[in-house]
């Protein structure tokens, strides 16, 4: 029979085959309606960008006619008082005084006039803020004055005299020769006040026989247009400039000037060459466009590429009946018109994605009430896989589904029921094994400590042995050598005094006593020799000092309290690890500070208490020594290792001995775990933990003392003893 092997498909949950196509469709008319919103918006960017630009044109064009007009009606007003005759030109001072008067009502740079004889007056406000009066005569040099004014305009004093020919001004005369109101050509005044850009007009003058007298000019500060412009709504996010026809730059709304200073003096420039590298950018892009700036005789709109983003760029000519011919530039970028309309879009997308959420949590709850019975089915059996047995299904309103759930409630039943027994015989069998378990770790861990313990005792103890042996051994024929160093240096002295005396007596007698005595060179053996029996005699002094202290530390089987001085057995017990204190390969010496006071004798187990100053020594040596293997030459000269020992009595009841190190120190959680019984930090086989906690015992249960640690990371370790001089009962 032919086999068929079945194809094994991807499963999807039923939520998802039932909620997915519903989900399309929504999604579908959303995409839709936000294509429209953004086609709808494009539109309205076209219209919105021609009215503001064109109100911004009104704008500017509206304050160049009212700004610019005003230093004309002035000079025709002081033309029409001088032909009437009620100003007298050749009364400088009352007309310098009138002027001044003038400058306190209009916000210009300068009022003046320039005569036909080389004589003037004016009014200026050369530092923007304070009016002075200036009065020049014809003859020069030195021929000029400024003054400063009271708040009348009288003259209070000079404030500088210089020299001033007004027939070699353009402000004079252009005006002159054109024998009409003009405006001379734009000019930058440089003085030690202040330094600005400005433009000039003039009007010639005449007495009432129509006699020329000379003329009358008002000048105008180009930066207040700048000022002006900067206060554009448009300014914020577009760009707002204004140039001659020639190209350069008289006004920007940018922060930047529409000049430049070059050794402390102004330069104008070209609208290409603008420090702003958008009005720079625009100024040429306009250029390439139009082909020479002569040829905009209309309002001409443009859009430009900056950055690889749209402007849109207005260009319109504005001119004056006096010879004034300029270019107002409006620039704004298309991001400005768009973000309104982003935002409307925005808003209509969230709507529509409101809209779409809403369907989709209906038909998320649809498909909930569909599949719920269901999934309550599958969670019950997968609870019934990981061993939950009392499980039972609800009845659903679904006939399928409740006949579903009736079959599912009595498996379970039944399943629960077999389970139940089984799992009651596994826990009372566990409960035994959990029992004896508790017992059997309980013993091993007291068998454990035990066997530390006395490993540790035999050790010592096995240390102790050795060491008296070894002192014993040593002591014998030490104290034979040097008892009989004394007596060997006496026998010498009698013999180097016979010598001497046979000297004397035969001094030249025997030439073989005289060659030998050369040979072995009797002077120096003489010498030498009574400084070979002090060495010796200070080596046995040391060694018998060494064996002294190895009879002192190996104590340990001392099982009674004894009176002994405890700096006896510190200073045994550092002999014992002599070898580990000095200079080792990429291992300093450590340097042992010793700070003792003043201590009686005290009674205690001087074996025992020497075991435990062996353990906090090496413990210190220990960790010196894993600091310096981290560390580089120059870093152990500059922070050698130290072992301090300071002792000291209190209140004539205890003594304290204290031993610190330079080490790292021990973490806070560590520190409070050294004295528990197996706990160390060191590698397998380096130590056994057992050290600080039968050092703890010795000292706490077998001396009635307190065994302390202090230590903070970065600065070392200090453990601290302190036991009773006199035991109780003792």
Known sequence: MKKYKLRKFTAFPLQMVLIVPFVLQIFGAVSLVGYLSFKNGRKEVQELVNKLMDRTNDMVEQHLNSYLAIPHKINQINADAIAMG??????????????????????????????????GAGAARYD??????????????????????DDQGNRTRVNSTYDYNNFHESWYTEPIKAGKPIWSRIYIWNSNQESYITASTGRPIYDAQNRLLG?????IHLLKLSEFLRRLDVSRSGQVFIMERNGMLIANSSTEQPFTIVNQKIQRLQATDSPDPAVKE??????????????????????????????????????DQYGLDWLVVVSLPEKAF?????????????????????????????????????????????????????????????????????????????LNELFTAIEASNTELEDRVEERTIELKTTLSELQRTQAQVIQS????????????????INNPVNFIHGNITHLHEYTQDLLRMIHLYQERHPDDDPEINALAEEIDLEFLTDDLQKMLSSMKMGTDRIRSIVLSLRNFSRMDEAEFKAVNIHEGIESTLLILQHRLKNQPELPAIEVIRDYGNLPLVECYPGQLNQVFMNILVNAIDALDEVNLKHTHEEKKANPSQITIRTSANDHQWVEIA????????????????????????????????????????????????????SKLGTGTELIIQIPIKQNGH
């Not at 310098?96 to 080389?118: E, N």
């Not at 003329?215 to 000048?219: A, E, I, L, Y």
Request: aromatic share 8%.
């Open 86 to 119: 009620l100003l007298d030109v050749r009364d400088r001072k009352t007309l310098g005084k009138h002027f001044w008067k003038l400058m306190q009502v209009y916000d210009l740079t300068y009022i003046g006039t320039g005569l036909t004889t080389g004589e």
């Open 128 to 149: 923007g803020k304070t009016v002075t009066i200036d009065d020049w005569g014809a003859k020069l040099p030195n021929n000029a004055k400024n003054y400063a004014t």
């Open 215 to 219: 003329m009358v000019g008002s000048d």
């Open 282 to 319: 625009i100024a040429k892009q306009i250029q390439q466009r139009v082909h020479g700036l002569e040829s905009i005789t209309a309002p001409r709109k443009l859009e430009l590429k900056l950055r690889g983003e749209r402007h849109f760029v207005y260009v319109t000519p504005w001119h």
């Open 338 to 414: 768009m973000a309104n309309i982003n935002a409307n879009k925005q808003t209509t997308i969230s709507l529509c994605l409101g809209a779409l959420g809403t369907a989709t949590i209906i038909g998320y709850l649809t498909s909930i009430w569909i599949t719920r019975p269901i999934l309550r089915i599958k969670l019950a059996s997968q609870a019934i896989a990981s061993g939950k047995l009392d499980q039972t299904v609800d009845h659903s309103n679904i006939q399928e589904l409740n006949i579903l759930a009736q079959s599912f409630n009595y498996m379970a039943g039944q």
């Open 458 to 473: 035999e050790k010592m103890s096995s240390l102790g042995q050795l060491v008296a042996g070894v002192a014993h051994e």
């Open 659 to 710: 031993i610190a190190d330079n080490g790292t120190g021990i973490p806070e959680p560590l520190k409070n775990r050294i004295f528990d019984p197996f706990f160390t930090t060191k590698p397998i086989g380096k130590g056994t933990g057992m050290g600080m906690a039968i050092s703890y015992q010795i000292i706490t249960e077998k001396h009635g003392g307190k065994l302390e640690c202090f």
